[in-house]
């Protein structure tokens, strides 16, 4: 079945410093792939999303790029600052499901 | 962009009562809403799907008489956790389909977070 691969956290970086989250995922066809994230206490906001392979998308100064030929959809900013601390969620939706499937999330802590 | 409102956000109730809550699209239309669980640091589990005038869809392993999905309109969906006990306390998003199915996203409301004590 579909599924979604997330590097572990915590990540703790200082401000300034690059970004770099790691997701992979497994699914049959051309699935749309996103990032959300979540800040405490609230619900997922839709950060950045692609629909197609070398597709890339970007936000807010982040950006990801679909790469078909490695699975993959990593996240990454030049320049974090601490209002980016929060929880990155990659996810996917497959061409055959419907159904939007959540890697279990990357903690961001960014200090001053 | 577009809104989704879910209300309550937080609750908290005795074991065996049963709570409701509500999720509300805002500015548009949403014949599909769905149901998710998360637990503390982990991600979120889809428990159903929720269309407009039919029975949800569940997800394998969610009980479908304890947790009762109603969409009786394309604004407004409910999830009824009935009877519930501590370990239904959880933090329960919904989230609603863009109506432009073309763009395959889906819009998030806030959360509610349920406590049974």
């Known amino acids: 079945g579909n599924s979604v691969t997330q590097m572990e956290g915590p990540v703790t970086l200082s401000e300034e410093a690059f970004l770099t989250i790691n997701c992979t995922y497994t699914?049959?066809?051309?699935?749309?792939l996103f990032w959300y994230v979540q800040y405490p206490g609230e619900g997922l906001q839709l950060l950045l999303k692609a629909t197609k392979a070398d597709d890339k998308g970007s936000n807010k100064g982040f950006e990801a790029t679909y790469r078909k030929e490695t699975t993959s959809f990593h996240l990454e900013k030049g320049s974090v600052q601490v209002s980016d601390s929060a929880v990155y969620f990659c996810a996917l939706i497959g061409s055959n499901t419907g159904k939007l499937i959540f890697g279990q999330g990357t903690t961001l802590q960014v200090k001053p | 962009g577009a809104v989704v409102s879910q209300h309550p956000s937080r609750v908290i109730c005795k074991s065996g009562t049963s709570v409701k809550i509500e999720c509300r699209s805002l500015?548009?239309?949403?014949?599909?809403m769905f149901w998710y669980r998360q637990f503390p640091k982990q991600s979120l589990m889809l428990m159903a799907t929720?269309?407009?005038?039919?029975?949800?869809?569940?997800e394998q392993g969610v009980e479908k008489d304890k947790f009762l999905i109603n969409h009786a309109s394309l604004t407004l969906s409910t999830l009824t956790v009935t009877s519930a006990h501590p370990e239904d306390s959880s933090f329960y998003i919904c989230?609603?389909?863009?109506?432009?199915?073309?763009?395959?996203?889906?819009?998030f409301g806030a959360g509610t977070r349920l406590s049974v004590l």
């Open positions: 929720s269309n407009e005038g039919s029975k949800a869809t569940y």
């Open positions: 500015d548009f239309q949403a014949t599909t």
């Open positions: 699914a049959t066809g051309y699935p749309s």
């Open positions: 989230s609603a389909r863009s109506p432009d199915l073309a763009k395959n996203i889906q819009y």
